[in-house]
């Protein structure tokens, strides 16, 4: 099992291109989640999917949207990129609603927009 | 709503303890601790869930005071591998919307 897997792992971006981030898991996992890490500001939620064909926005979903695919991707799309999306984005999974389990996290995508 | 997390660092020698606090302002359904090195993603350590109930394993064990919407993460004799950044996680209403802390750095020195 690879786990979680997302790419790329690096990206360079200047400000108004767009870009989407892949994020695929082999665990068979329900949910999945959109996470973004800036120093001192933890990890920042910004779209989830509980399940296949839903999505719901996190604390700071503004300038992304996101696709749940099928039941084993979630995709992250910056539609017009911005220097304060510069950031280290994680993706992760769990199996299941409401049962709480262990979050898997994908490798992480370095992100610079200039 | 964000859970706060204190300290924001912590230096300890090999072998000393350390306690980690995570707060929240509304009412938890769980709570859950992550480890992260620098340069990885994080990974789990430990749920715990509304009903007090203390976990661990090893020397890394953690309590959930529902009453007072606190958590603590308890490192006991610390080694150096213990280093690294320490985050909570909570969800409020059992819908796996995990929103985490900004988290405590933890330092070993030998």
Not at chain 1, 18 to 43: E, F, I, K, V
């Amino acid at each position: 099992n690879a786990g979680v897997t997302q790419t790329p792992k690096f990206q360079v971006l200047k400000t108004g291109q767009s870009m989407t981030l892949q994020c695929a898991q082999d665990m068979n996992h329900n949910s999945m989640y959109w996470y973004r890490q800036d120093p001192g500001m933890g990890l920042r939620l910004i779209y989830y999917s509980a399940s296949e064909g839903t999505t719901d926005k996190g604390e700071v979903p503004n300038g992304y949207n996101v696709s749940r695919l099928n039941k084993r991707e979630f995709s992250l799309r910056l539609e017009s990129a911005a220097p304060s999306q510069t950031s280290v984005y994680f993706c992760a999974s769990t199996p299941l609603v409401g049962d709480p389990d262990t979050q898997y996290f994908g490798p992480g995508t370095r992100l610079t927009v200039l | 709503q964000q859970p706060v997390q204190s300290p924001q660092a912590v230096i300890l020698r090999e072998g000393e303890d350390a306690v980690i606090n995570c707060s929240s302002s509304k009412a938890l359904y769980s709570v859950h601790w992550y480890r992260q090195k620098h340069g990885e993603a994080p990974v789990f350590l430990m749920i715990l869930l509304k009903g007090g109930e203390q976990k661990g394993h090893d020397k890394i064990s953690a309590s959930f005071n529902e009453k007072k919407q606190q958590s603590s993460l308890y490192l006991t004799a610390s080694q150096l591998s213990y280093s690294g950044t320490y985050f909570c996680g909570t969800d409020l209403n059992r819908d796996d919307k995990i929103i985490f802390g900004k988290g405590t750095r933890l330092h070993i020195l030998p």
